[in-house]
């Protein structure tokens, strides 16, 4: 501990004497001058803030302002007074410092180091605390469980690495820059720099030791408040600093707790924003308000990676591809179920066509794959000019949803689409499967007073496979047609029956199904349902190892229905469109090799069947 030895200031020298309980101290102290620190616990806080300032580094004119005694500490219902506090510049704490007189036992210093337990459990911003009594000091930083702490050899000095005296990041703009339609003034993403979130879910995995898709997850959040923080800057004047930054504050906890603080309110924001617009929104989207998870170390070096970037000045398609480079590894290190393909997803949009006037969903949209790459094709047409900008802006903001049972897979979903410049309100965090009363703001897509969750003109996805087991069979399968009079049902199949439901008449669906579901005579019964629903348009085989790589080996096909219109049978009278893709361009370990023939088999069906 950096921390001279206790000494004993003079009274008459202490600081903050305008504080109540300091000067209620003093004037004890200069009355009874045979007292000391064992009987007067304010000898101890003087020491302890003169050696903040004379030992750690931290400025003197913070006294009062920054460094603030008896701060006010809500824990729960009841209110407490943290002896000492040091605030970041927005006046949030992130170093809270508790003191004892040195006469206090052991059971009691014990009881004073759970309340400052509690002081940091119930703030956001802080991380890091010491509880000292001159004679004994103990400090300890709050881990990814905000419940749990490790001991530290000692509090942060001021200012760390010189930070203090770097220029801060702010909105400036060139007339070069304004001609071409940047924005915040920062870097934009480009192919040089496309590894940069590969980078910083590296250094996460790192520093915290994060299994890949936690690590994935949190940087999910600190994209969140990337985005946010860039946003709010360019609705200000120029010159304005960002607070996405470590330039400024004086150590890693203060740069911490300014980024969980811009986190927090960007989460409220959002929320205020969007639960006007969409009825049950917290419920159902609100997955943002879980705290940032990470220790400062790691959430600050993220921050000195993307900091100088911009995510509002990069082209959608890099920022896109920057993420799926953190998301590969990712799926690969045990999110395999949540994932589809790069190749199947290609395939099976290719095929749909998906056109700007379409609203689409995928009812187990995991990473939001389906999703993105809709918007991807739409883009297209919208910069050749086949799409006029108020109709694009639609599509993108109106016309993508999704619904995912994982928070952390909505968490990742809403983050690319985010970098796909929005559409993310519209990942709702629930279960696909629940009776339609759970999807209000589905129904309501068709008008405030629709029932009917026959909403959307396309449907992408990819169901989970497996069956229910135990008490779920009950209260679930009983809600299907297909599962009438059945004690198990696969997921896919239920997935199979609830997209047709949330399908219109007339409206395309592409479903990634296993091959038993078409071929074997257990399932008799759904091919036979599903030939009173729509269509068969096309069936593709895929090859065996198509999902080997993301942790499942099932032999799978992708399967396109149109609906009948208006409840009647009629087809369009084409034959059903077959192929088999031999080569989806990589091997069952996931390496890239030979030469996808999925943009063959997209231009064959629209040649010769089309829709």
């Known amino acids: 501990m950096k921390a001279k030895p206790f000494y004993k200031i003079n009274p008459d020298e202490w600081l903050l004497t305008s ?116 004679k004994v000091t103990k400090c300890l ?38 001609k071409i339609g940047r924005k915040t003034g920062l870097t934009p993403i480009t192919d040089k720099y496309e590894d940069v979130l590969f980078k910083c879910h590296s250094a996460i995995r790192d520093i915290d030791g994060s299994h890949a898709d936690e690590a994935l997850d949190e940087l999910s959040k600190i994209i969140y408040a990337k985005i946010y923080d860039e946003r709010t800057t360019i609705d200000a004047e120029e010159g304005v600093p960002f607070r996405f930054q470590i330039y400024g504050a004086g150590n890693t906890e203060e740069i911490a707790s300014n980024i969980r603080d ?70 690969r290190a045990g999110m395999g179920q949540y994932f589809t393909p790069d190749e199947v997803v290609k395939l099976a949009v290719g095929i749909i066509k998906p056109q700007v006037t379409d609203l689409i969903l995928d009812p187990f949209c995991g990473s939001g794959h389906f999703l993105t790459s809709a918007l991807d094709g739409v883009k ?93 069979i009950g209260n679930i399968i009983g809600r299907f047609e297909l599962g009438k009079g059945k004690k198990s049902l696969p997921l896919e199949i239920m997935g199979l029956e609830r997209c047709f439901q949330f399908l219109k008449p007339g409206g395309k669906m592409a479903i990634v199904l296993q091959d038993g579901v078409l071929t074997d005579t257990s399932h008799a019964h759904v091919r036979e349902w599903v030939h009173g629903q729509g269509e068969l348009v096309a069936v593709v085989s895929l090859p065996d190892h198509t999902f080997t790589p993301y942790g499942a080996s099932p032999k799978t096909s992708l399967v396109f229905f149109k609906k009948y219109s208006d409840g009647k049978k009629i087809t369009s009278g084409k034959p059903v469109f077959f192929a088999k893709v031999e080569d989806i361009g990589y091997d069952a370990t996931g390496r890239q090799k030979g030469k996808s023939e999925i943009h063959e088999v997209i231009n064959i069906f629209h040649k010769q069947r089309g829709w």
């Open 380 to 472: 297209k047409d919208y910069e050749i000019g086949k799409v006029d900008e108020y109709s694009f802006h639609q599509f993108k903001f109106f016309h993508l949803h999704g619904i995912e049972k994982s928070e952390r897979m909505v968490r990742i979903a809403m983050s690319d689409m985010l970098l796909q410049d929005d559409g993310h309100s519209n990942i709702r965090c629930t279960d696909a499967l629940l009776s339609f009363d759970n999807y209000p703001d589905i129904k309501a897509l068709a008008g405030e007073e629709n029932s009917d969750p026959q909403v959307f003109d396309t449907i992408l996805t990819n169901p989970p496979f497996g069956s229910l087991m135990g008490g779920e």
């Open 19 to 134: 504080n109540p309980d300091v000067e209620y101290a003093r004037k004890k102290a200069v009355d009874n001058p045979t007292m000391d620190e064992h009987q007067i616990e304010e000898y101890v806080r003087q020491w302890i803030l003169s050696e903040l300032i004379n030992t750690y580094g931290y400025p003197k004119e913070w006294i009062g302002e920054r460094i603030i005694v008896e701060e006010t500490v809500q824990m729960a219902t009841m209110e407490k007074q943290a002896d000492i506090s040091i605030k970041n510049e927005r006046h949030k704490t992130f170093l809270y410092i508790e003191t004892k007189n040195a006469g206090i036992t052991q059971i009691e210093f014990d009881k004073a180091e759970k309340q400052l337990m509690g002081y940091l459990s119930s703030t956001h911003t802080a991380t890091v605390g010491m509880i000292t009594s001159g």
């Open 262 to 331: 811009l986190y927090k309110e960007a989460t409220e924001k959002d929320l205020a924003r969007y639960s006007q617009r969409i009825p049950g929104y917290e419920r159902s989207r609100g997955v943002f308000k879980q705290q940032i998870r990470l220790s400062s170390n790691a959430l600050v070096k993220v921050v000195e990676i993307l900091q100088n970037f911009s995510f509002l000045d990069s082209k959608g398609d890099i920022k896109g591809r920057a993420f799926q480079k953190v998301l590969g590894p990712a799926i």
């Open 141 to 178: 930083v709050k881990k990814i469980d905000p419940n749990d702490f490790d001991y530290i050899p000692d509090i942060p000095n001021y200012d760390q690495k010189g930070l203090r005296q770097k220029s801060k990041l702010v909105r400036e703009l060139t007339p070069e820059m304004i």
